[in-house]
């Protein structure tokens, strides 16, 4: 109510135990008879999941000072409280457009204030426009950083003690919403977060300088490639994780394989191999001849554990990659049947790129030239453009890969990879 000549003063609504509205009163009365009245909080989160965490400044009459992880406000005299959410996610950061989805409606009670709370989430990743008389300063924090302030918070009194205590346990839930990826690679430990995203940690320090490049180089390549592919971000650095939105699809199974889809892949291998340059230009992105060292390894190592008959034949496949690795065009280097997915039928999707470098393209022939359907392999070399040359390195690829789970079995991951790897060496060997 305002009464011409006399100052604005802020009517609130009133709500009775059981939630329900039952009259209005003015702000100050309400403070200081600690009335039970309404209140919002809108928790903002981006597309990674993170949270916006924000400082109240230090005029705020209840809890100056303090972090809170939800934007909200005093529900006025006869405002809707969903109105009023949109109306306070607008006033403190800037946020307006995005769609709220209820999370719960529940009173919190302490010395200071008591109110029923409209509780809300929403998703946005745009620019966050602070209001400077309630909002000092705020940034996106991952649930783990939060989650993990938040046990300390009743000891140091940094955040707001309602919004923990409304909604703590929905974060903690959120936070808990993580399954290991059934089949985990060499490399990386990986899990599915909340059902929307894959999380990634490193095994090795030399790994997590991989991921690093994957999470600058796919923001640059995704939007060249025709099918669709993960591009991370760097989420916590300690330990370093990394995060994207999972690609859609489920593993293909190499025998149901069709010429639609060689088409499809075909397309993918030409877009990727020809990227220019810009695209890699100051990732970081290794070079295959990066990796000769592990090809003299393998001469020393695995080439005795060969019988007698296969180790010329061996040697010289080594001698011809190492050749071969000395070519920059942009290639996945592990494209095998886990990494390629499927959607509605057809082939939708390229994953784990932690073996993404410069090298020899026809590295990325080899599989699905060799261990798929020949209508597949046709077309896909068809549509490629494939030249001989590339398809016999491509062959010579295939008869390699073997050899890097025995590497991998020799340098710690353990002697069942040596077994099957040597079998598998002799077998593609001895296949030519």
Not at 246 to 253: D, E, K, S, Y
Request: charged share 25%.
């Amino acid at each position: 109510m305002c009464i011409p000549g006399l100052p604005h003063v802020e009517q609130v609504q009133l709500y009775d135990d059981l939630g329900r509205p039952t009259g209005t009163t003015d702000r100050r009365r309400m403070r200081t008879e600690n009335l039970t009245h309404a209140a919002t909080a809108v928790v903002l989160r981006d597309s990674l999941g993170r949270v916006f965490v924000h400082r109240r400044t230090d005029t705020k009459d209840v809890y100056p000072g303090r972090l809170d992880f939800a934007a909200g406000g005093v529900v006025d005299a006869g405002e809707d409280p969903q109105h009023a959410a949109v109306r306070e996610l607008a006033e403190e950061l800037g946020v307006t457009g995005v769609p709220l989805e209820p999370i719960r409606v529940a009173r919190y009670t302490d010395d200071h204030t008591d109110y029923w709370g409209h509780c809300f989430t929403a998703t946005y990743d745009g620019p966050v426009r602070l209001q400077p008389e309630e909002v000092a300063e705020g940034a996106w924090w991952s649930l783990d950083r939060l989650v993990a302030a938040l046990e300390t918070a009743p000891e140091d009194g940094s955040f707001m003690p309602d919004t923990a205590g409304l909604l703590g346990d929905w974060l903690r839930e959120r936070l808990a919403d993580r399954v290991p990826v059934a089949t985990q690679g060499w490399d990386s430990l990986a899990e599915s977060v909340e059902g929307t995203w894959l999380d990634r940690t490193a095994r090795r320090p030399d790994v997590a300088h991989r991921l690093e490049i994957e999470s600058r180089l796919m923001p640059r390549l995704a939007p060249i490639l025709p099918l669709a592919v993960p591009v991370p971000v760097l989420l916590d650095t300690d330990p370093p994780r990394f995060r994207h939105p999972m690609v859609a699809g489920t593993p293909i199974v190499p025998a149901r394989l069709t010429t639609d889809d060689g088409e499809r892949v075909g397309g993918f291998l030409r877009a990727l191999h020809d990227a220019p340059a810009d695209v890699w230009d100051g990732t970081g992105i290794a070079h295959d001849a990066d990796r000769l060292p592990q090809l003299d390894e393998m001469a020393k190592r695995v080439v005795p554990m060969l019988p007698h008959d296969l180790r010329a034949p061996g040697l010289a496949l080594l001698d011809r990659c190492r050749d071969a690795s000395h070519r920059t065009v942009l290639r996945h280097g592990d494209l095998g049947p886990d990494h390629l997915l499927v959607t509605d039928g057809r082939v939708s999707g390229v994953i784990d790129w932690t073996d993404v470098a410069l090298g020899d393209p026809a590295l990325d022939l080899s599989w699905l030239v060799h261990r798929t359907p020949r209508e597949f392999a046709d077309t896909l070399t068809s549509t490629y453009g494939a030249t001989d040359d590339e398809l016999g390195r491509g062959r010579d690829w295939h008869r390699l890969g073997p050899w890097w789970e025995v590497h991998h079995g020799l340098t710690g991951g353990g002697p069942e990879f040596v077994t099957s790897g040597l079998e598998g060496a002799r077998e593609r060997l001895r296949s030519t």
